[in-house]
């Protein structure tokens, strides 16, 4: 496997690979190939082969890909089988939603803590876990040795926390936080999540079709 040298962009596509193999497994096929996956998926078939041959190809001249395998290697690829442990900071609106609904066991991701600096909401239940005061950070991960931060915390704690967490044994982050992590920790892996950017993305591609009706917008490429 490539390491190293695959660009963001095609990392970026990887889920949504997984996403429709999945689906794509559920309802029974078996095999496809990179036409029409391309054409389920808004892509090029040359663009799939390319991705893919980032990773080493797995199709078969006049076969295609099998459904199941790939689905398989690119979860491998994407690190889905690994267990890791993940802790959230802030059980405010956004931190109950993520943990509530999002489906981290199958990202090989289990959720084993929430803390919170509120102390209405210290010792309150989200989705059988005890959230706990953010004062016991330290314990806690001491502890439990968890991998993942997921921060849902305004800005100005993300800034504070970030230093001591990583101190703490994290090696990921996934920040909801408005404050842009930066990859200044040597061995700590960052996501920044903006939802707000996404919306402008949209925005941007109204006012793209509002400009030039009669070409064709394809924002998921
Ligand atoms: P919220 O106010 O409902 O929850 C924030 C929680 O963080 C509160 O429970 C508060 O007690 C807790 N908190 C504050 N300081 C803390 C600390 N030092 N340690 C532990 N917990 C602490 O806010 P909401 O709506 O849940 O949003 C959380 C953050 O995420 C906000 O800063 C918001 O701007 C941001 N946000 C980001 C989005 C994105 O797309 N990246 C989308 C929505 C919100």
């Known amino acids: 496997m490539a390491k190293g040298s ?13 996403r429709f193999l999945r689906e794509l497994g559920e309802a029974g096929v078996e095999r496809i190939s990179s036409g029409d996956l391309a054409r389920r998926m808004g892509l090029t078939a040359s663009q799939i082969r390319q991705d893919l041959n980032c990773f080493g190809g797995f199709g078969q001249q006049g076969y295609g890909y ?15 089988g690994s267990h890791r442990k993940a802790i959230l900071l802030g059980a405010g609106n956004l931190g109950r939603a993520i943990s509530q609904h999002m489906d981290f066991l199958s990202r090989g991701i289990e959720l084993v803590g929430i803390l919170d600096a509120n102390p209405d ?17 330290y314990d ?11 921060l849902c915390i305004p800005k100005e704690a993300a800034m504070r926390l970030s230093r001591e967490l ?17 990859l200044d920790y040597h061995g700590v892996v960052v996501e920044n999540v903006h939802l707000g950017d996404s919306l402008s993305i949209l925005c941007y591609h109204l006012s793209e079709m509002e400009r030039n009706p009669e070409e064709d917008q394809h924002p998921e490429s």
């Open 66 to 80: 099998n459904v199941q395998s790939l689905y398989e290697e690119i979860g491998r690829i994407l690190g889905l």
């Open 6 to 18: 695959v660009s963001a962009s095609v990392i970026r596509r990887l889920p949504r690979y997984y």
């Open 166 to 182: 990583v101190a703490l044994g994290i090696k990921g982050f996934w920040n909801f936080s408005h404050y842009d992590l930066s």
């Open 121 to 137: 909401l210290i010792g309150c239940q989200i989705g059988g876990i005890t959230v706990q005061n953010v004062q016991t950070l």
């Open 140 to 150: 806690f991960c001491t502890r439990v040795h968890p991998d993942v931060a997921i």
